[in-house]
């Protein structure tokens, strides 16, 4: 039998080019975002160019389709999926950003942020993306938003079902009573056909990473949903949102376990598309990124590129808490980041916030000896990279994050450092915050979810 060969993208986040020209106001939003906006359709087309020549069965879409909802990035994205469906069957569930759940539609002019932008209503989503799943459904599900959850078959032996989660109508992501007892019977079902279930939603079962990062990115009640699904035999979730990448399994306290795959953001870095295969030993993955796009009619080489536009959101971050705590929390929340807690940040940041700019390792070690704290610095390691800019640690930390790729797996010296950096912080100032961001590099630095992956 032909191995059934899956590709996942996520949160494609179409911004149409007649939203923006390329003003101030539009900088502002693009310079405080991971991902890119006038460069999506470029990046898209690329990615879709990538999809239609590989070899896989079919296409999925884990939601976050459009920038936030808006008509014409919706009509653009579909005239996009429409001729990649020449080449596959591709398959979607919209999310929030696909019907402007936060009421706040833009586009930028110069000086001016308008919002005179129309913008599809939850309701119209199932229709107007019809023929990327609907259409094809063995069974379909509406929510009480109107939105609608499927299953569809993919090869021989694997049963796709495509959860669409935008609010549990309890406060948060997740399913009603009505939509789990639908989910139940699907997989009852796929049983008895002796199918493989692969399961597609848009918001995380579990808090990959560290909770700090990711815990308001799952769905509400996570755990006890992620333990309804288990029980119910789902092995299998892959899932967008959160714009970074992991892999996790969860028990339930039943004993039974299913494994979400968080995949990043296909406009931003590191531009993923999974390649998941499905074997007799399991579920193994691939991953293969956007290597270029062309843009304004230059060839852009998108690694670096996307590299650069990610870590720009760090230096600007950071040079916010050298000007004031304000400043500081005004640039977190430009970057979607609010909550209270995140504010105080500042205290983390700003002691180091000049040396960011300017320091390399040797001098770092020197200022910590300074503050006493020399000895959560390991000689050797610091040795070995004495002369690399500490700017450059924090950035491939955000990458890793990004990416799922720990830059200390292999390098014993470059975790040290990393986590001597986490130990320092928490000697420096010993709160919550600072205990959590130490468990959170150390989680971060040493592991690579993505090397020969197989769940
Ligand atoms: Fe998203
Ligand atoms: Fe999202």
Request: glycine fraction near 8%.
């Amino acid at each position: 039998m032909k191995q059934t060969k899956l590709a996942f993208i996520a949160d494609t986040h179409h911004f149409s080019k007649t939203l923006a020209d390329n003003g101030r106001q539009y900088h502002l939003r693009s310079g405080s975002d991971q991902k890119c906006l006038l460069e999506t359709g470029d990046i898209i087309d690329a990615a879709f160019a990538m999809l239609a020549k590989s070899d896989c069965d079919a296409v999925l879409i884990a939601g976050d389709v459009s920038d936030d909802g808006e008509v014409v990035c919706h009509e653009e994205f579909r005239e996009k999926l429409r001729v990649l469906q020449k080449s596959k069957p591709v398959y979607l569930i919209t999310a929030t950003h696909d019907w402007c759940s936060d009421e706040n539609p833009r586009r930028y002019v110069g000086d001016a942020v308008l919002t005179d932008v129309p913008v599809l209503d939850h309701t119209e989503l199932r229709d107007f993306y019809a023929d990327f799943g609907p259409n094809q459904a063995l069974s379909e599900f509406r929510t009480h938003l109107g939105v609608s959850s499927f299953t569809v078959d993919v090869g021989e032996n694997v049963r796709v079902l495509a959860l669409n989660d935008d609010q549990s109508g309890m406060g948060g992501a997740g399913f009603s009573e009505e939509h789990f007892q639908w989910i139940e019977a699907q997989l009852a079902k796929a049983k008895e056909d002796g199918k493989i279930v692969v399961g597609m939603e848009h918001h995380l079962l579990i808090a990959h990473i560290h909770p700090m990062l990711t815990a308001r990115s799952c769905v509400k009640d996570r755990e006890i949903v992620a333990a309804r699904l288990a029980d119910a035999g789902l092995r299998y979730m892959f899932e967008g949102h959160s714009h970074m990448q992991a892999i996790d399994t969860f028990t339930s306290p039943k004993g039974n376990t299913i494994t979400s795959v968080n995949i990043g953001s296909l406009v931003g870095y590191p531009a993923p598309i999974f390649y998941v295969t499905v074997q007799d030993d399991g579920l193994h993955i691939e991953e293969e990124r956007v290597q270029s796009f062309t843009h304004e009619g230059k060839t852009i080489d998108a690694q670096p590129y996307l590299k650069a536009h990610a870590t720009a959101l760090i230096d600007r971050l950071v040079e916010g808490a050298l000007i004031s705590k304000d400043e500081f929390a005004d640039r977190l929340s430009a970057m979607g980041l609010k909550g209270g807690d995140l504010r105080n940040l500042y205290y983390v940041v700003h002691p180091f916030a000049k040396l960011y700019f300017s320091a390399n390792v040797g001098t770092l070690a020197k200022v910590m000896r300074f503050l006493g704290l020399g000895r959560f610095l390991d000689p050797a390691a610091v040795a070995q990279y004495r002369e690399k800019p500490f700017r450059d640690f924090v950035h491939e930390t955000w990458l890793s994050i990004l990416d799922g790729r720990g830059r200390g797996v292999g390098d014993e010296n470059y975790t040290k450092l990393v986590v001597g950096v986490g130990d320092a912080l928490v000697q420096l100032r010993s709160c919550k915050l600072t205990l959590e961001l130490r468990q959170a590099l150390r989680s971060i630095v040493t592991k690579d979810y993505f090397s020969n992956a197989v769940i």
